[in-house]
């Protein structure tokens, strides 16, 4: 059994500090079991973590250094990631769920945007714009000043990283502001920052509650720019905060994302991408294929072949569960097991039929729910149309490509879409034509961190990941110097 700490704190201006709003008790939802306490943060913890990250920022120590400083410090950020990965893995499965294989991944995962990220510090050069000879014009990037990036619960050491390493990198002191239900794995980033010598103030961290914590530094004067990562309700709060201040915001908020598989495509292949695609992270990835849009011809054959798959994973503690393979861990918590409880059962008196799953594995008392799938789902019932974040597949049919795209489009979101066939000119088609930030053709969550990642529609808006994301940590200033 891993040994954790019983008390961990928040990270602001370089200390260790207790919180103004307690402590929240931090609950292995493997076991219902408390794991430990985290301090909570309260708004004025809030401001002193904006107020150090402030005079950061101002004194220049960040922002001034040399890119080539910046780019070396993420890289030692990272690589305290991932020397400290077998510290960090089962702490990151026993608050959050997840199989420890898939933590390892999630490390190095976060690891390997402080390298990218750290690659890109050197690259971000202006232009010189040509105005004639008494002039001389030229632009440059400078940070915004002080990032607030609000992080979610289901990737909560990779998606801080994803935020937080090109912030870095184009010279803004961050504060971040972990989720209450997984706070504990981020105190490494705060080690990280330490070890690298990554100038004191230039990154806080704080857990709080969303309500609390997270609004007041959503709404905080002295932030400049903002992140956050999570539901359509709380980003419509944050960006609202962030318009009351007129300030710059990058939403990333879920989605519905569907893939449509024809009957020319590669179905072993495909099976293994629904594996992924809706069943790591227990179905909790915003980027998941919760929807499977199939051609009725190889209709029935996928279905089987994907139930047979989904029936070979083995659910249990994700502690247990050290190596890659056929398995799963809890969700998050109970709630998130609820709601995705009621939403299947919803969709089973709307009239989907249950293929597989539907069900919390008798053997163990934890936040779990069994691999899923529903089919004869159809367009007009809330399934089809509601994010799930669990492990719940639905399954539609069509008739003609037309049918394919309009039934993917149909959503209120647009974060990711694919298409499997081995028809290039359909292929390119689709890829056109769906509307997603992101799209697959033969491999769902093809790309990694060089891949510009967001959403159209409620999926929310601004681009992380790739070169895309610096452009959201830098203002462009244009300097235009008149020769006498
Ligand atoms: P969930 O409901 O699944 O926890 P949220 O989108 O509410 O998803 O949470 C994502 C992150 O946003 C968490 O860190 C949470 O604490 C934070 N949060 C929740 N409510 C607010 C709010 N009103 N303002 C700012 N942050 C919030």
New binding site residues.
Partial sequence: MTEINEFWQNYIDGEWVDGGAGRIAVTNPATGEVLAEHALADATDIDHAVQAARQVHLSGELRDLHPVDRSRILRAMGRHLLDHADEIAPVLTLEQGKPLWESRVEVHGAARYFEYFANQAEAVEGRSIPLGGRYFDFTVHEPHGVSAQ????NFPLELAARSLAPALAMGNACVV????LTPLSSAWLGRAAEAAGLPTGALNILCG???EA??AL?GHPDVNQIVFT??VP?GV??AKAAALNIVPCVLELGGKSAAIVHEDADLDAFVDDVRWGIFLNAGQVCSAMSRVIVHESCHDELVDRIAEMAESLSVGPGIDRAEFGANMGAMVGELQRDRVELMVTEAISDGANLATGGRRPKDHIGAFYQPTMLTEVTQEMKIARTEIFGPVLSVLGFRDDDEAIEIANATQYGLVGGVFTSDLDRATAAAKRLRAGQVFVNEWYAGGVETPFGGWGKSGYGREKGREALLNYVQTKNIAIRRR
């Fill in positions: 609000i992080i979610p619960w502001k972990s989720a209450e509650y969303g309500r997270g609004a959503a999570g539901s709380t709060s944050v």
